[in-house]
């Protein structure tokens, strides 16, 4: 393999951006940034440890579930997941994240940068109840860049074209589980815990 090393190797190779690229990044929400919030039901949140290990973990809720606390602060709720709390530990010692907000059948998305911290039983949690669920967590980001990302990536990839999906191309997450994470259990018995019940149970904190 011919490595690169340097970034002028990589300029040399993939050239510089256009002016309008490099100058596009905001320090703070314009009310087009507000409006896709309000309309995003998934976030992607990039973060890194102290040692340079990184995580990619995705958050979800009904469109607008991030809220905006002023013109460079947003907040995210948490919800019960498996508790591995990956990013927000890596939070702990990086605060540096970024963010990736998509809209379903956008192919351009929303991308911010910035620096994170976890609150706890803020009274702005009341705005974020969801079936009942109050978070007993969020993640604050204070925006140092916001910015749009193009379409290329999604439209490459034939994202939302529904008939470039094929759901069952890859083992069943039953069968993930049973081969990879919980050999012992029966397959039948993970099937029944990843139907239905798994999508009735999301806000649940038992």
Excluded at 12 to 27: D, W
Excluded at 65 to 86: C, H, M, Y
Aim: hydrophobic letters at 35%; proline letters at 9%.
């Amino acid at each position: 393999m011919t490595e690169i090393t340097s970034e002028a190797q990589l300029r040399e190779l993939i050239g510089e951006p256009l002016p309008r690229v490099t100058a596009k990044a905001r320090p703070l929400l314009h009310e087009y940034d507000r409006q896709w919030l309000a309309s995003s039901p998934l976030c992607l949140v990039a973060t890194s440890s102290a040692d340079g290990s990184c995580d990619v973990s995705p958050k979800g809720d009904p469109p607008g579930f991030t809220r905006v606390l002023d013109d460079s602060t947003i907040a995210i709720p948490d919800r019960p997941g498996n508790r591995r709390v990956d990013g927000f530990r890596n939070i702990l010692t990086n605060p540096h994240v970024g963010l990736i907000y998509l809209i379903p059948g956008r192919a351009d998305t929303l991308r911010i940068n910035g620096t994170a911290r976890l609150v706890r039983d803020e009274p702005f949690f009341d705005q974020m109840l969801v079936k009942g669920h109050r978070p007993l967590l969020a993640l604050i980001v204070e925006i140092d860049q916001v910015f749009y990302h193009c379409a290329k990536a999604f439209l490459r990839s034939n994202l939302w074209q529904p008939a470039s999906w094929d759901p069952h191309a890859a083992p069943s997450r039953a069968q993930i589980a049973q081969r990879l994470e919980q050999p012992t259990e029966a397959l039948e018995d993970l099937e029944r815990y990843y139907g239905p019940a798994y999508a009735e149970g999301l806000y649940r904190t038992g």
